[in-house]
């Protein structure tokens, strides 16, 4: 009975007609299932950091477990932990923030959505500038609203100048996503940059979303600038997003949180409280940990994550049919293939299939030509995935 059954789809909400799955998680559960096959995948597909977390916020974690800490906290975290974030945003980021204006929630991702859950309704426009973050446009839809897209230009390092935002504008838009340094192409804005941006958001009151994720990946000792430390008014209509899975090796852990305007805070709040309720209760005091413990392993993880980008720069640099610009922040390349004629689809296909390359197709990230590496892996898979990788462009 069961192989004749044909599920009616009218019973799945229409909007999920349009909505896609993760192609960054999609391509590593495949490159996952090759490898666990016995087949010889060189992966450079999700941002996962390849480093363990580190012992001294695992032990704090445990150590909450013996405790006891295993019952619900308040719906948007522990107060210590959200005065640990408070006093983090003062120090680092030049942000005021009270505790009522922070929520912890299950992972930036989780921040991301609920941010957006809180500030659009259905018909408004998201304006997201493009390439960009996989989930971005997806979670804009399941909240009913539609993303707008910006194409960036490579030759402005594919960051959205205030001018291109200005034509963006239509009596509908409500947010605007930037992140810095961004996901997929490593950018970072400057302080004059986001100072643009802000100015027309302002004059126009859009929302903007700040992911700040990537924050202290960051190279070529380029300064990070939160967009809510611009000025009192970017202050007004920012939401600024960050989190623990990169910068601590958190993936799993699932910990993010928001800081915004007390009113967004408390829409977030109320979504949060009946929703998921608190994030994990034991992971948020390994999170805490994370915060109040010795830096320094944060300072060693990008010393390692810069030396292989700078070998990944110099190798495809080298590679005839192809374009990088050097990413500044974030472990990505986005590696412009427009010149080999394939669509991303395709081209990962044949890597994947043919050479043992897991990588993200560019279509994921809103620019069909292009392909993205991941360099938060060993130096070892990245020479040989890059062998590789030259290998297919050579015979392309
Ligand atoms: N923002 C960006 C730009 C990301 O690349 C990611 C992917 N991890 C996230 C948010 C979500 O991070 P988390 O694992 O904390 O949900
Ligand atoms: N953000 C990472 C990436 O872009 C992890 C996967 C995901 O959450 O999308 O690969």
């Known amino acids: 009975m069961r192989g004749t059954f044909t599920f009616d789809m009218s019973l799945i909400a229409s909007k999920f007609e349009s909505i896609a799955p993760s192609q960054t998680l999609a391509i590593t559960a495949a490159a996952k299932q090759m490898r666990d096959e016995g087949q010889d995948i060189t992966s450079f597909g999700a941002g996962e950091p390849d480093f363990d977390t580190p012992q001294y916020i695992k032990d704090a974690c445990i150590e ?46 989780h921040s991301c959505f609920n941010a957006i859950l809180a500030c659009c309704d259905p018909e408004d426009e998201v304006v997201i500038p493009a390439p960009y973050w996989t989930s971005y446009p997806e979670m804009v839809r399941l909240a009913g609203a539609e993303p707008y897209f910006v194409q960036t230009k490579k030759e402005n390092n594919w960051k959205l100048t205030a ?20 996901n997929p192409t490593g950018s970072v804005y400057t302080e004059k940059e986001l100072k643009a941006i802000v100015e027309v958001c302002a004059s126009e009151d859009i929302i903007i ?12 000792g380029r300064k990070h ?54 994030p994990t209760t034991f992971a948020q005091y390994g999170a805490l940990a994370a915060l109040q413990g010795d830096q320094s392993i944060v300072t060693d993880m990008v010393e390692e994550y810069d030396m292989r980008r700078q070998y990944m720069l ?41 050479y043992k390359v897991a990588a993200v197709p560019g279509i994921a990230f809103g620019y069909d030509q292009s392909v993205r590496f991941s360099y938060a892996t060993s130096l070892d898979v990245i020479k040989t995935g890059l062998d590789r990788f030259e290998e297919f462009c050579r015979a392309h």
């Not at 960050?242 to 979504?271: C, D, H, Q």
């Not at 005839?320 to 991303?344: C, H, Q, R």
Request: charged share 25%.
């Open 163 to 182: 001018d291109e935002l200005e034509e963006s504008m239509s009596g509908r838009t409500r947010m605007l996503i930037l992140n810095s340094p961004n």
């Open 225 to 278: 600038f939160s967009t809510a430390a611009i000025s009192d008014a970017a202050k007004e209509i920012t939401i600024t997003i960050n989190g623990f899975s990169k910068v601590y090796s958190m993936t799993g852990w699932r910990l993010g949180y928001t800081a915004a305007p007390l009113e967004i805070a408390e829409a977030i709040a109320k979504i949060q409280s009946h929703t998921t309720s608190n």
């Open 64 to 109: 909450a477990l013996q405790e006891g800490k295993t019952k619900y906290t308040p719906a948007t975290g522990i107060p210590e932990l959200k005065e640990a974030i408070k006093e983090k945003l003062y120090l680092e980021n030049g942000l005021e923030y009270d505790n009522n204006q922070i929520s912890i929630n299950c992972g930036a991702k």
């Open 314 to 354: 110099s190798r495809l640099g080298t590679i005839n049919n192809i374009d990088v610009v050097e990413p500044e922040g974030a472990f990505y390349f986005l590696v412009d293939t427009s010149k080999m004629g394939l669509s991303s689809m395709n081209l990962t296909e044949k890597l994947l299939s043919r």
């Open 209 to 220: 979303l700040s992911d700040e994720i990537y924050e202290k990946l960051i190279y070529n």
